[in-house]
């Protein structure tokens, strides 16, 4: 067939259509979309921007800072809400109070940072970490009769947000000096900084082109937002098992997203704008296809497709995070007004804790993940973690998981310039079997200078000691997307506390006679490196530092961009790593000392010797003496050899 052997399981499950060409708007006639009343699609997607919100400082005068939650939604039938409560990067600094205004809900309030006091009118459950207090407000009561009795109660607000429909609610904690002194609602606000959501969508339209009806179409439009500086849409679709086959998935958005799609137990077929990637089956980027960019395009791109059936159509902000499932075709019940979450809320929350932790931290050539145990609590059971290549786990001790990679390997993907992409499995224990939860995530490359210090060619396992009078070897590197061809490593030295700095390299070349620039490099398009062998030397009579720094500097012409220090514990062979009281002139003194010990003791053990022999070794045989005499004293001086004369002398 030509396909990849790894691609032949997911066959069944997945089919990806291409070359669509440009569709013909005029097939599109006589499809007048209307509301879905009985949709097929459950559609969410993450933002940070609410119906109606707002923010102040007035909460620094005061003992806690307080956060306001107004929930609205669109029927009265109740449903499940789960809240997330995180510190900033300050940590938990200061008491905090969540106002929950939500009469239907059934909330799960989860907080990272203790005593947090939850004043609410919902059905909430006792957990860790929180307090629990009624509000003291009609159920009638309004935005600004709920706004005066927080300023009332507490005498100011940090942040007020009104949500429609939520699916979860990430709420940042945190105050800021620069916020407007009093809070005053506003439309449309964009509450980004301390909130983030995942909402419902209930605009589906659809309509029917009269013929095929038993294929379907559904299409995504994300709203163009030129100003956004969202890079990539993490798409979550999941199906039932007696959802049809004959469908198709159309994602349109501008050409620059990247659409990364994870699918669940769906036999469907994609049109995606931009590039996209199929996280079951390959970190590689695909070429997507360039779609319509008008409703009545897209429905004709449908029809030419014979897909004669629009069942959803859905026009959603731009998002990082979307999510989709397709339901039953033969029994259509119109949802709840919140409809049952696809996932379960481990799920969402791994989502969301994962991406407000961002654990992974990214070099121009490695990725590293450390994750607290105690950040994963309220997640729960996480048994293990591993990359997108699962053979990539974790290593793991009592409070923490932790991974370490080349950007090469466990694959992560570099195809976004500035950014390396993958994702972190979490096996989940649910009773006797696992459950696996992915998360993909952008981990950001810094465009810096780094230097690494190796003690072998080979260029492996990077240290930071130095050892004197041994050869090591420096790299310095950079990523940097077409880089200038006059990029150059201007200089790099050697500084040791009561010494001069020892340079080591000037414009690209090494100086010094015990310095050499190294040929071969693993210089690339988007990574210059740089390597040298250098040696460090102690004058005679010279001290040896306990520590000492290597610095270098890297631009273009006369111009320095980046530069780097790296800190380094000098290693002497000469003296003990654990006596950092003996110099030079101390070990020089208890060897000579050494030495006249030896001489004193080997003196005397020759004099004991030399006057403690028999008298017989120290006189000379007498000529007089009887013959078995001197047979016996020859034997007795002399070798083996003498003694066939002793044998004679007796016969």
Not at 138 to 143: Q, Y
Not at 368 to 389: F, G, Q, Y
Not at 410 to 432: D, F, M, Q, R, V
Not at 475 to 500: F, H, N, V
């Amino acid at each position: 067939m030509g396909v990849p052997p790894p691609l032949l399981p997911l066959l069944p499950l997945l089919l990806l259509c291409c070359a669509p060409g440009r569709a013909d708007p005029r097939r599109a006639v006589g499809c007048d979309l209307q509301p879905v009343t009985e949709p097929l699609v459950t559609l969410s997607y993450a933002t940070g921007t609410v119906p109606r919100g707002c923010v102040s400082s007035s909460s620094l005068k005061t003992a806690q800072e307080v956060h306001i939650l107004s929930i609205a939604a669109s029927k009265a039938s109740a449903f499940t809400l789960n809240v997330l409560v995180v510190p900033r990067a300050g940590g938990c600094t200061r008491r905090a109070v969540l106002i929950l205004r939500c009469a239907r809900c059934s909330a799960t309030v989860t907080s990272l940072c203790p005593n947090l006091l939850v004043r609410t009118n919902a059905s909430l459950s006792p957990v860790a970490n929180v307090s629990l207090l009624g509000l003291e407000l009609p159920e009638d009561a309004g935005e600004r009769e709920l706004l005066q009795w927080a300023r009332g109660t507490y005498g100011g607000i940090t942040s007020y947000s009104e949500l429609r429909d939520p699916r979860y609610v990430l709420l940042r904690l945190g105050e800021d000096s620069g916020s407007p002194e009093e809070c005053v609602p506003q439309e449309r606000f964009n509450a980004t900084q301390h909130l983030e959501t995942e909402v419902f969508f209930h605009g589906m339209k659809g309509c029917s082109s009269g013929t095929a009806k038993s294929t379907r179409a559904h299409i995504v439009r994300l709203q163009s937002d030129h100003s956004s500086t969202i890079t990539e849409v993490n798409l979550s679709l999941s199906c039932t098992e007696a959802a049809m086959r004959n469908q198709i998935l159309i994602l349109q958005s501008r050409v620059n997203l990247t659409w990364s799609l994870s699918v669940n137990n769906c036999h469907i077929q994609f049109l995606v704008s931009g590039t996209y990637r199929i996280a079951a089956m390959s970190p590689k980027l695909l070429k997507g296809e360039v779609l319509p960019d008008t409703e009545q395009g897209l429905i004709a791109m449908a029809f030419e497709k014979n897909y004669g059936v629009i069942a959803s159509y859905s026009t959603i902000p731009l998002s990082t995070r979307v999510t989709l499932e397709i339901q039953e075709h033969d029994v259509a019940k119109e949802p709840p007004a919140t409809p049952t979450p696809t996932s379960p809320p481990s799920d969402m929350l791994s989502h969301t804790l994962l991406l407000m932790l961002q654990p992974w931290k990214c070099t121009d050539d490695t990725m590293e993940i450390v994750i607290a145990r105690s950040h994963l609590e309220p997640i729960k059971d996480v048994v293990n973690i591993t990359l997108r290549d699962i053979s990539c786990q974790a290593e793991k001790n009592a409070t923490h998981f932790m991974l370490r990679t080349p950007l090469s390997h466990c694959g992560t993907s570099l195809e976004s310039k500035g950014h390396a992409n993958n994702e972190l499995i979490l096996s989940l224990s649910k009773g006797s079997s696992l459950r696996s939860v992915p998360v993909p995530f952008q981990c950001k490359i810094p465009r810096e200078l780094f230097l690494r210090l190796f003690p072998t060619a080979a260029f492996e396992a990077p240290q930071t000691e130095l050892e004197v009078n041994k050869e090591a070897y420096l790299q310095a590197s950079m990523r940097w997307e077409d880089y200038p061809a006059d990029l150059q490593l201007k200089e790099c030295w050697l500084e040791a506390p009561g010494a001069e700095p020892l340079l080591l390299v000037l414009a690209n070349k090494a100086q010094g006679s015990g310095v050499a620039a190294l040929e071969g490099s693993p210089s690339s398009r988007v990574r210059k490196v740089w390597r040298f062998r250098f040696t460090y030397a102690v004058p005679e009579g010279g001290r040896v530092p306990f520590s000492a720094s290597l610095a270098c500097k890297a631009g273009v012409q006369n111009t320095t961009i980046f530069e780097k220090v790296l800190e380094v514990t000098v290693k002497d062979v000469w003296r003990p790593q654990n006596n950092r009281g003996l110099g030079l002139a101390a070990v020089l003194g208890i060897t000579f000392g050494a030495f006249l010990i030896g001489a004193l003791l080997t003196a005397v053990l020759w004099y004991i010797y030399s006057h403690t022999r028999p008298i017989s070794k120290t006189q000379p045989v007498s000529a007089t003496a009887p013959a078995s005499e001197s047979s016996s004293t020859n034997h007795s001086i002399g070798s083996t050899q003498s003694t066939p004369c002793s044998t004679s002398s007796m016969a």
